[in-house]
């Protein structure tokens, strides 16, 4: 199965804020700034007593809307319905389940797969090339890098389902999936925050096993940011506003809105791209 290629979005900094490297030029331009406008800069971003306040995703859902489901092909209703609770599951265990955002933890998404899905996740789960390490399937944060903001993720977005053909010519059924995902964070123990905005897209391909049962294969990729260009690992490590880009140095500007799914659906595998505040 192929592996989920991942495409960083690190922020854009403003002129100004590139004086943060050292402490002294950053003492220097909160006093700057305090003398001309009677307020000092923040790095916290995000309102605790409202995440979302004052950006597209105030007006998002709160979870993955499961579709009612109708018959295609030679599918029924009954087991369209199937495959698309199985896809909502798969979603809410990658990006909605805090244990696994951020702890690392993949058992809710293990439990979900099942024979060869299971065997090929299971047996690449931490292998030593990121690139190759099928826990990119997650959502993971890397450890110590953030803490939630409140108890809510934000989500738009569609899923919807089609007869396929894979590479070798098996029929199966394609759950397709595209959406934004908005992760409010902090740095542990600190008034430093972002609001982390994922574009997913892909599909869990469904194979029947002629006894009623599917074989589901996540099969999705996702570009997030603000975070660093690290390629040596598969977590995505945020990048603050107080922050100078670690790793690769981002090219280029994405567009347009950083809500918008349209803006990095083209970006290439392992692509380090800048956006605009989240």
């Not at 603000?226 to 140095?249: I, K, N, Q, S, V």
């Amino acid at each position: 199965m192929p592996l989920t290629p991942r495409a960083v979005l690190c922020a854009a900094l403003v002129a100004a804020s590139t004086l943060t490297a050292c402490a002294p030029a950053e003492n220097l331009l909160n006093d700057v700034v305090r003398d001309v406008t009677g307020v000092p800069i923040t790095y916290d971003e995000v309102d605790r007593d409202d995440p979302f306040g004052g950006t597209e995703a105030e007006g998002y859902d709160e979870e993955f809307v499961v579709p009612e489901a109708a018959g295609i092909g030679e599918y029924p209703a009954d087991r369209i319905q199937e495959a698309y609770d199985v896809t909502g599951a798969f979603l809410d265990a990658v990006y909605l389940d805090r244990t696994s955002v951020f702890e690392g933890d993949d058992m809710r998404f293990r439990s979900l797969l099942a024979g060869q899905a299971r065997d090929w996740y299971q047996e690449n789960a931490g292998h030593e090339d990121p690139a190759l390490d099928t826990r990119s399937l997650l959502f993971h944060l890397t450890p110590g890098t953030a803490e939630p903001i409140g108890d809510v993720v934000k989500v738009k977005g569609r899923m919807w389902a089609e007869t396929a053909q894979d590479e070798t010519g098996w029929d199966y059924l394609a759950v397709r999936t595209e959406y934004t995902i908005v992760h409010p964070v902090a740095r542990p123990g600190e008034k430093v925050s972002v609001r982390l905005v994922t574009s997913h897209y892909g599909e869990v391909s469904f194979y029947d096993l002629g006894d009623g049962r599917w074989e589901a294969w996540p099969n999705w990729w996702r570009s997030a940011g603000p975070a660093h260009c690290l390629w040596d690992e598969y977590t995505f490590t945020p990048a603050y506003p107080d922050e100078m880009p670690e790793g690769e140095r981002p090219k280029g500007w994405i567009e347009g809105d950083p809500y918008d799914l349209e803006a990095a659906r083209d970006m290439d595998e392992q692509e380090c791209g800048a956006i605009g505040a989240t």
